[in-house]
């Protein structure tokens, strides 16, 4: 199982950024999926969860600002964010929790990461 982040980039304060985080392998069930972020010198935070049926999480710095989205015909994870902040800045990591087929053909249950993805705010 793989997952493939893209969106990231650089943005003035006040601008909007879209993430995209894509699954693929021999995947049977995805269930929760989200973003954690990490800046320079601090610890990986929480930033946004979505369940399998749709239910949602943000942390309390980015609600009303950041939007956590599903497409699961697709394996994807979205993550819409506005009016961002120069405290944004962070690298992004997706994850996804995930049913799959391993090479000796059993199911096996696992949390899988992204690459991460860059965000820059400047103010």
């Known amino acids: 199982v793989q997952l493939q982040a893209s969106g990231g980039g650089l943005v003035q304060a006040g601008g909007s950024l879209r993430l995209s985080c894509a699954a693929s392998?021999?995947?049977?069930?995805?269930?929760?999926m989200g973003w954690y972020r990490q800046a320079p010198g601090k610890q990986r935070e929480l930033v946004a969860t979505?369940?399998?049926?749709?239910?949602?999480n943000q942390a309390d710095s980015v609600k009303g600002r950041f939007t956590i989205s599903r497409d699961n015909a697709k394996n994807t994870v979205y993550l819409n964010m506005n009016n961002l902040k120069p405290e944004d800045t962070a690298a992004y990591y997706c994850?996804?929790?995930?049913?799959?087929?391993?090479?000796?053909?059993?199911?096996?249950?696992?949390?899988?990461w992204g690459q991460g993805t860059q965000v820059t705010v400047s103010s």
């Open positions: 392998g021999s995947i049977s069930r995805i269930d929760n």
């Open positions: 979505i369940t399998s049926g749709g239910r949602t």
């Open positions: 994850y996804a929790d995930v049913l799959s087929l391993n090479v000796v053909g059993e199911w096996v249950a696992g949390k899988y």
